[in-house]
């Protein structure tokens, strides 16, 4: 009984791991921009990347490896929104235009 709960809870967090993943490609595909793409690029491949791993610490069960799996969750959380942030700001810094609608715009903060 217990390990098809177990079972069943791994591959619920899986499929969400999955649904993540995919939505956060379709973001990169679809979105116009770098600045766009940050967002679907960071979060959901962060919340992909940490539904998958809570499934394998459920299939695991209480070890050592699941230790192990919680700093990789960790050091994933960490990592994905200092390496989100950096790249925006380098963008911002060497003055990639951000999209707009009605075509290329000057960059917004042009020294006068």
């Given at each position: 009984?217990?390990?098809?709960?177990?079972?069943?809870?791994?591959?619920?967090?899986?499929?969400?791991?999955?649904?993540?993943?995919?939505?956060?490609t379709t973001g990169l595909l679809r979105c116009p921009d770098l600045y766009s793409r940050l967002h679907p690029s960071t979060?959901?491949?962060?919340?992909?990347?940490?539904?998958?791993?809570?499934?394998?610490?459920?299939?695991?069960?209480?070890?050592?490896?699941?230790?192990?799996?919680?700093?990789?969750?960790?050091?994933?959380?960490?990592?994905?929104?200092?390496?989100?942030?950096?790249?925006?700001?380098?963008?911002?810094?060497?003055?990639?235009?951000?999209?707009?609608?009605?075509?290329?715009?000057?960059?917004?903060?042009?020294?006068?």
């Amino acid at each position: 009984m217990v390990g098809a709960v177990r079972n069943t809870l791994s591959v619920i967090f899986g499929l969400i791991g999955l649904y993540f993943f995919v939505v956060g490609t379709t973001g990169l595909l679809r979105c116009p921009d770098l600045y766009s793409r940050l967002h679907p690029s960071t979060k959901c491949d962060t919340l992909g990347a940490c539904s998958v791993t809570l499934a394998l610490m459920i299939q695991t069960g209480f070890t050592m490896v699941t230790l192990k799996l919680l700093a990789i969750v960790f050091f994933v959380l960490l990592s994905s929104a200092v390496c989100g942030h950096a790249i925006g700001r380098s963008a911002f810094r060497t003055r990639v235009v951000p999209w707009h609608k009605a075509g290329v715009r000057p960059w917004p903060l042009e020294d006068e």
